[in-house]
């Protein structure tokens, strides 16, 4: 790719680009951490299962 296309996209990119307000910014930070928090609980869930599995022999 040419080195001046890439960087006048880049430039054009952070023109297009603006600071998310409060509720925004908050509803991005919610859904991450809930994704976070489900992952984790998969997580935690799948081990606890095995957790019980390998006990009970």
Known sequence: MNPKQTVKN???TMKMAKKPDRD??????R?????IA???AI??????VFSVI???R
């Open 10 to 12: 880049m430039a054009n």
């Open 43 to 48: 997580g935690f869930t799948i081990q606890f």
């Open 38 to 40: 489900g992952v984790g």
């Open 24 to 29: 925004e910014y908050s509803q991005h930070l």
């Open 54 to 56: 390998t006990f009970g």
């Open 31 to 35: 859904l991450v951490l809930l994704g």
